[in-house]
C-alpha cells in the first residue's frame, strides 16, 4: 500500500539557548514542498545559505552531529531530526538565526509538541523507502560499537547501552512503532557522565548546560573543586548526589532513559541518509560517529539502489490474479503459458511474476549442461504481461487477443537461469488507441534488471 509524503500544515517557532555555542537562537519550522526534505537555512547569515540534511555534509561527531556546506555549520542536528522523522514527516524548511538549535530540555518534546500545534499535512506525492535487502552492519573498530540494519517490513530501532559503569549499567530500548515515538521516546533527555562533564568545561564546551537539559551520572567522587567548578557552571547555591547517582535530584522519564535518548540520537542520525527505511536496527553501545558511518554506508547502497532503477515489489502480497485468473484473461497454455501471476495492475502498469523451474521444457536443448532461459521467451513472457495490462481493460476479455507487431530496443543484460524468480513491469507509453498498445517492459531477477525492451501489439477480436 503506497504512503504519501506528509509536511508541517504551519509554521511555528521556538527559541532557546545552544548546548556548546551558548548563543540564543531562533528556530522555525516551516512548511515544504514534495521531495523537498529536510532544509536547515541560516537566516543570520548573508544569503540566507542552505544545508540539507544529508550525511554527506557530516563534518564532526564530537558531542553531536555538525552539517557543513560550504563553511556554513549546523551544530547538534540530530534531535530536531529525530522529532521530524518520529512525527513521520519527510519534508520541512528549519530556519535558524544561529549555527545551533536550542537544547531545551535535551529531548526532542518540545520539538514533538511544536509539530503537533503546526498541525501535519499529507502531500500528494509518494513516500520512497528504502527496504533493506540484505543484512548490513558498520562496525567501530576503536570502540567496539555497532550498528546492524536487518529485513524487515517497517522501520523499527533497538539500542543497546553499556558504558562499563555501576552508576548506569546496562540498558536497552525498542521501538518497534515509529507512530509510538512521542510517547515512548521523544522526552529522554542527554546525559553525560560527570568526568565528561569536567572535561567539556574545561574545553569551554556546553555553554547552554544546565541541570535542566542533561542528566549527568555521578561516576567519581566529588571533590570540592569539583563542586565549586559545577555550582558555577549551572548558577547554583547546592550540588548534590542523589541515591539514584543523578546530580541535584532529577527525575528520570524513564527506568532506561539513556538508552531511549541513544536510541533517539539513532533516529537523528540515520534521518540523515535521506529517505525512510524498511529495516529492523539494532545499535550496540551507539554515538553520533558509528551512527553516521553508517548512515553513510547505508547512502552509498541507496544510491546505487537508484542508479540501478529497481521498483520495489512484495513478493509475497495476495496476486491481483493467480495462475487461473491469468488463464482466464490469457488463450495461451502450458507449456507456452511465461507467467505464474499478477502481484499489480493500474490503468498504464502491471507487474507479473515468472518463477523459473528447472522443469521448463526449454532446458532440455538450451542448454543441457548450463541451463540458460532464452532471451526471447524473456521477451514473449514480457509481452504476455503487457497482455494482462490490455485484456484486463476490456468487457469481455475472453473475445480478445493482442498480437506482437514491433519489438524495439531489446537489451539482455544477464543470464536467467533455474531458480530465478522474475519480475516484469510493463508500463504504457501512450495511451492505447485503435487497438494499437505501445509498452515499455523491464524483467528483474533480484535487484537487477536482466532485459528489457519495448513492444507495440494490436488488440484484435477473436474470430467467432
Given at each position: 500500500m503506497s504512503e504519501f509524503q506528509k509536511t508541517l500544515k504551519s509554521e511555528i517557532n521556538l527559541n532557546g539557548i545552544g548546548l556548546h555555542t551558548g548563543k540564543q537562537v531562533n528556530l522555525t519550522l516551516k512548511p515544504a514542498e514534495e521531495n523537498t526534505g529536510f532544509v536547515f537555512v541560516r537566516k543570520d547569515l548573508e544569503g540566507n545559505p542552505t544545508i540539507e540534511a544529508d550525511v554527506n555534509f557530516v563534518t564532526t561527531t564530537e558531542r553531536g552531529t555538525t552539517l557543513e556546506k560550504k563553511g556554513v555549520k549546523i551544530?547538534?542536528?540530530?534531535?530536531?531530526?529525530?522529532?521530524?522523522?518520529?512525527?513521520?514527516l519527510d519534508?520541512?524548511?528549519?530556519?535558524l538565526d544561529n549555527a545551533e538549535p536550542p537544547i531545551l530540555d535535551g529531548s526532542s518534546k518540545y520539538f514533538v509538541e511544536a509539530i503537533e500545534k503546526a498541525g501535519i499535512q499529507q502531500q500528494e506525492a509518494e513516500r520512497e523507502c528504502f527496504a533493506i535487502k540484505d543484512i548490513i552492519t558498520y562496525t567501530d573498530p576503536e570502540t567496539g560499537a555497532e550498528i546492524t540494519a536487518i529485513p524487515h517490513d517497517k522501520y523499527e530501532v533497538t539500542t543497546l547501552v553499556d558504558f562499563g559503569t555501576k552508576v548506569l549499567g546496562t540498558q536497552n530500548a525498542t521501538l518497534k512503532d515509529l507512530n509510538n515515538f512521542k510517547d515512548e521516546i521523544a522526552s529522554s533527555r542527554?546525559?553525560?557522565?560527570?568526568?565528561e562533564l569536567e572535561m567539556l568545561l574545561d574545553a569551554g564546551l556546553i555553554k547552554g548546560g544546565d541541570l535542566s537539559n542533561a542528566i549527568v551520572y555521578v561516576d567519581k567522587e566529588i571533590n570540592e573543586e569539583t563542586t565549586q567548578k559545577l555550582k558555577q557552571a549551572f548558577n547554583k547555591d547546592d550540588i548534590s548526589v542523589q541515591p539514584n547517582g543523578i546530580l541535584n535530584n532529577l527525575e528520570l522519564e524513564h527506568p532506561n532513559e539513556a538508552a531511549r535518548h541513544k536510541l533517539l540520537d539513532v533516529i537523528g542520525?540515520?534521518?540523515l541518509i535521506g529517505v525512510r527505511l524498511r529495516a529492523k536496527i539494532?545499535?550496540?553501545k551507539p554515538g553520533h560517529h558509528v551512527n553516521t558511518q553508517f548512515a553513510k554506508k547505508i547512502n552509498r547502497l541507496y544510491k546505487l539502489h537508484?542508479?540501478?532503477n529497481v521498483p520495489e515489489f512484495d513478493l509475497?502480497?495476495?496476486?491481483i490474479y493467480d495462475i487461473?485468473?491469468?488463464m482466464n484473461l490469457l488463450p495461451h497454455r502450458p507449456p507456452f503459458l511465461m507467467i505464474d501471476k499478477i502481484i499489480e495492475l493500474s490503468d498504464k502498469h502491471v507487474v507479473g511474476v515468472k518463477n523459473v523451474s528447472m522443469n521448463e521444457p526449454y532446458f532440455v536443448g538450451h542448454f543441457p549442461q548450463e541451463p540458460v532461459m532464452p532471451g526471447v521467451l524473456q521477451i514473449e513472457a514480457m509481452a504476455q504481461v503487457g497482455g494482462i495490462l490490455v485484456l484486463s481493460q476490456q468487457d469481455n476479455p475472453e473475445n480478445f487477443s493482442t498480437y506482437f507487431m514491433k519489438i524495439d530496443k531489446v537489451k539482455f543484460k544477464k543470464k536467467v537461469v533455474p531458480g530465478d524468480t522474475i519480475v516484469f513491469k510493463v508500463e504504457l507509453i501512450e495511451p492505447i488507441r485503435r487497438g494499437i498498445v505501445h509498452m515499455q517492459g523491464y524483467a528483474y531477477v533480484n535487484d537487477t534488471i536482466v532485459s528489457e525492451g519495448t513492444m507495440m501489439a494490436q488488440v484484435a477480436r477473436n474470430k467467432e
Open positions: 551544530h547538534t542536528c540530530e534531535h530536531i531530526l529525530a522529532a521530524l522523522t518520529g512525527m513521520d519534508n520541512a524548511i528549519i530556519e542527554t546525559f553525560s557522565f560527570l568526568h542520525d540515520l534521518t539494532i545499535a550496540t537508484k542508479r540501478k509475497k502480497a495476495e496476486p487461473n485468473g491469468v
